[in-house]
């Protein structure tokens, strides 16, 4: 089976940084997408960046152009994303996700971790 586990969330004030990792397994990990989203309060799942599949490049929200930065290790099956200068609109559940396109669309993911709780204080 697939599994999908994110890890790295917290509490942070307003102007500081966390990173976040997504260790996956079950599946090869270099012919996915490996994408981050963030669950607002009222539920909608927003992409912020992914990274993939072969090549490794990447495509940010533009929310969040400028303050994060996607990188993956492959020895590890881990998905890292480094976030900058938190703002309190960065608050949300943040879900690793895997799929085959270079795309932030939902429904082009397939495999979904738990999700880590971020949270930015103003």
């Known amino acids: 089976d697939v599994h999908v586990v994110e890890s790295g969330g917290g509490l942070v004030q307003a102007g500081g940084s966390l990173r976040l990792s997504c260790v996956v397994s079950?599946?090869?990990?270099?012919?996915?997408?490996i994408a981050w989203f963030r669950q607002v309060p009222g539920g909608e799942r927003v992409g912020v960046s992914c990274?993939?599949?072969?090549?490794?490049?990447?495509s940010d929200a533009d929310s969040v152009k400028g303050r994060v930065t996607i990188s993956k290790d492959t020895a590890k099956n881990t998905v890292y994303v480094a976030m900058d200068s938190l703002k309190p609109e960065d608050t949300g559940m943040y879900y690793c996700?895997?799929?085959?396109?270079?795309?932030?669309?939902?429904?082009?993911?397939?495999?979904w971790g738990q999700g880590t709780q971020v949270t930015v204080s103003s």
């Open positions: 990274i993939g599949a072969e090549n490794g490049n990447t």
């Open positions: 996700a895997a799929g085959g396109r270079p795309t932030l669309r939902l429904a082009e993911y397939h495999y």
């Open positions: 079950g599946l090869t990990f270099d012919y996915y997408y």
